[in-house]
């Protein structure tokens, strides 16, 4: 997951051009269909991310695939906004420990199942 995150400052500004970029897809119809692939991509590997979270025991073999990929989603762009907007308070260690967090519960909310 750490991989999607922003930690450094090339990374921000690699952010602010997408931000900036999905700004003007939603009244540019080119970039918009461009915009809606990228999102595909996106979810697509998000439903690797969540492959990977049922083989490594963090999900439940019976879970809804797509509705975990879209909660990781959620997550990870969350996230990304909370970097984004105050990178000061979400060093590298801190995007770390909610991830671990995030991942921690997951697996315990499996073994209380």
Known sequence: ????????P???SERRVWVAFLGQSFSNPELLELQQQMNHYTKYIMGMIVDL??????LQADCDRELEAEMVYCFIEGLIIHVFQ?????????VDQ???YYLTRKKGDQ???
């Open 10 to 12: 090339e990374e921000l």
């Open 53 to 58: 979270m049922g083989e490594l025991g963090y």
């Open 98 to 100: 909610l991830i671990n």
């Open 1 to 8: 997951m750490k991989f999607l995150v922003p930690v450094n």
């Open 86 to 94: 105050s990178p000061e308070q979400h060093p590298e260690q801190k």
């Open 111 to 113: 073994a209380d199942g």
